[in-house]
């Protein structure tokens, strides 16, 4: 009988040793919480796909923020869902629109205390439901990238601290960049979502915020194709240069191989978006009875750090820094 004597066992005999050599540990400082703030909403309202999440009122925002902080999540990432969409999604822009309005009174509360993102994109506001201006039955990369510069401008005038581009637009950091720098903002950051796929797990975040694209449409032309992976890597690139201070990779679990890629290829911070389907799945399952869903949202969030997020938005922040405490 030969008995081994490489033994990796021994490294997991007990809780004290497991953790004495575990590489990755969550953080809540590591997460981003996304938030849905919502016009003429006089309370919070529970958003139907995704149980535990809901969108706000200004007021029931800054108190979910609250909640947040108290939990040592400080970072949060704003979706604004205005009462009436328009062709061009003008209210996404306007001084007075959702997101600005919601912007200056949570920065008027919470300060430095609280890193603000605001996602830039205008599917939210238009009323056919895509991320740009539609021209001839397509999404015209240009004049849309002129309004993100100009969404970017509203949104920092109004004291955000990153600006989110999640439209994937040619030259969209560029332009935005250059439009933050003209307005005196250049210590407004961009947080850029590099490398997104056009997926179905985004299906229950539609219904947050209120977005059905016209005719059936999808967004096949202009979100990343799931059968490519170099292609995600030169959009990384592209956005590094010009001039995005973050990369992220969406969705996050079924990327996991380009997310470590991106993260190789990179000396900027990556995060990582567990999106809408992601959280959706868990708790659907969790409430059939087939998974015990704390312990499979912190087996996941935990492959997405290991993978190489530094950041990651979930909306499992709240309840997963309450677990990890
Ligand atoms: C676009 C945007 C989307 C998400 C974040 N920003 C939807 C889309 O691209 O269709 C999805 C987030 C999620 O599913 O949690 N504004």
Redesign the pocket.
Known sequence: MSFPTQRPRRLRSTPAIRDLFSEVDLSPRDFIA?MFVREALSDRREISTLPGVFQHSIDSLKKEIEEHLQSDVRAVML?GIPEIKDANGSAAWSEDGIAQLAIREVKATFGSDLVLFA?L?L??YTSHGH?GVVERGSVDNDKTIELYGKIAVAQADAGVDFVAP??MMDGQVARIRNALDSANHSGVGVLA?SV?FASS??G???GAVEVEIADGGD?KGY?QDFRRSTEALFEAMLDESEGADILMVKPALTYLDILAKVKAMTNLPVAA?Q???EYAMIRAAEAAGYIDGPAVAIEQLTAIKRAGADLILTYFAKQVAGQIR
């Open positions: 996304p979706f996602d994109c599917d939210e991320c999640s439209g979502y997104k797990l985004y229950p975040f539609r967004r979100q978006y999106v809408s389907g």
